[in-house]
């Protein structure tokens, strides 16, 4: 089983555990409408466009809407069963919803006060390391500094800009990750000017 595939089954157990109506990390949605999202970006392709295109980002309101009004359970299960068939995600599942699950399953866990960080594998961390060498520089594209991606174990990604100022987020993969991806209930050691830290934290580090 890949790592996409078992955190998809812990973040479905997880929205069981604490219900349709708490809270996430995403913004103010529950966790039914975080539900709603997995389910249309999986099943339908029509609307999911407007993820990325906001000429079609009513359309995606629209059914997101419409798709959150069904069974919790329901969603659950559409969910956990992942993408259909005949969906172009199905084949490259174990990839393009590593990142996803694992974001999405700590959206909804660290949204709940006293949260604390799972213990990940030495491999499950590696592959996180792996996604968040690819999207650096997009994620940090606006950094006014160079910014330094560094983990205890000595790993380093370094995203340039034209500034010796330079800004080292040091974590384990999985947290170095979810900042990336704008999260900012993270536990990371910030290392570099005040002034320049404050700046790459207040970044927006939409993908």
């Not at 949204?111 to 792996?130: H, K, Q």
């Not at 900042?179 to 570099?192: P, S």
């Amino acid at each position: 089983m890949s790592m996409a595939q078992r955190e998809r089954r812990a973040l479905v157990e997880t929205m069981a555990a604490v219900g349709p109506d708490a809270p996430t990390l995403c913004g103010k949605w529950t966790v039914r409408e975080l539900a709603a999202h997995l389910v249309v970006r999986e099943r339908r392709p029509d609307a999911a466009a407007g993820i990325m295109l906001p000429s079609f980002a009513g359309y995606l309101d629209s059914v997101q809407a419409k798709t959150a009004r069904k069974p919790f359970q329901e969603l659950l299960e559409e969910v956990r069963t992942g993408p259909p068939w005949w969906s172009p995600l199905r084949p490259v599942d174990a990839v393009a919803n590593l990142s996803e699950m694992f974001i999405h399953h700590e959206d909804v866990r660290r949204a709940a006060p006293g949260w604390e960080p799972r213990t990940l594998s030495d491999a499950d961390e590696g592959r996180l390391w792996s996604v968040l060498r690819k999207m650096a520089r997009i994620a940090y594209r606006k950094a006014p500094v160079t910014v330094v991606l560094a983990t205890p174990d000595g790993d380093r990604a370094v995203v340039p800009a034209q500034s010796e100022a330079e800004v080292t987020l040091t974590g384990k993969p999985s947290e170095l990750l979810l900042h990336a991806f704008g999260r900012d209930e993270v536990r990371m050691e910030t290392t570099g000017a005040p002034g320049d830290v404050r700046a790459v934290l207040a970044l927006d580090r939409s993908v």
